[in-house]
């Protein structure tokens, strides 16, 4: 299975700022996944990226918040803009599909201040 | 959509001791999934069902297709095995759902 490189690991940001949050896999993949995980609250999933393409997001998810880049089938990010206190969560990325997997990045602990 | 409902959500348990956590759904699937959460975030995937049971090391994994139901095992368990537990549920190409996790404490 693959492996996914997710950095940074944990980062501490001022309200009104951006972070992008990075994957790396050591092997193509179609599809990769976003999601965040909020204290005590399971996952949700953001968004679906595949390459060459927009972004798929989910319900209560736009793009001028989390705006993601998949620019090739390797590599992704995702950017949390214009952070307020409420966007202080876990973010993950994995690969996968239901048939065959999933693998998932290390995590970002965000804390926003 | 699907509703994933996870129990208990909280565990204590003595190193040595077996464990049991359980996981129903309610549409049918094409897979679940056991996955292990530790404190830093990082997820790692321990078993893929879509029928019967897999074991891997002290790990046991069993689901039941018609009742919508599985459980993940833990034998002879050890303060390393504390971390979350996360069951989730996929068909096809929708994207998993989550249940909210079992937190796992093994105390020596």
Redo the contacts between chains.
């Keep these: 299975s693959a492996v996914i490189s997710q950095k940074p690991s944990r980062d501490i940001c001022q309200r009104g700022t951006s972070l992008t949050i990075q994957c790396q896999v050591d092997s193509q993949v179609t599809m990769m996944f976003w999601y965040r995980q909020q204290p005590g609250q399971s996952l949700t999933l953001i968004a679906t990226a595949n390459q060459g393409s927009e972004a798929t997001y989910e319900s209560g998810f736009v793009i001028d918040k989390f705006p993601i880049s998949r620019p090739n089938l390797t590599f992704s990010t995702l950017t949390v803009s214009n952070m307020s206190p409420e966007d202080s969560s876990i973010y993950l990325c994995s690969d996968g599909d239901s048939n065959y997997g999933y693998t998932f990045g290390s995590g970002t602990r965000l804390t926003v201040v | 959509k699907n509703e994933v409902e996870q129990s208990p959500q909280n565990l204590t348990a003595q190193e040595g001791e077996f464990i049991t956590i359980n996981c129903s759904y309610s549409v049918g699937?094409?897979?679940l999934?056991w996955?292990q959460q530790h404190p830093?975030?990082?997820?790692?995937?321990l078993f893929?069902l879509s029928s019967g049971k897999k074991k891997h090391g002290r790990l046991i994994a069993t689901i039941n297709i018609q009742e919508k139901h599985s459980s993940l095992h833990i034998t002879a368990s050890h303060p390393r095995d504390s971390a979350v537990y996360?069951c989730?549920v996929?068909?096809?190409?929708?994207?998993?759902v989550?249940?909210?996790?079992t937190r796992l404490s093994v105390i020596a």
């Design positions: 699937i094409s897979a999934h996955l830093g975030g990082g997820i790692v995937s893929m996360i989730a996929g068909s096809g190409n929708t994207p998993l989550f249940g909210k996790g």
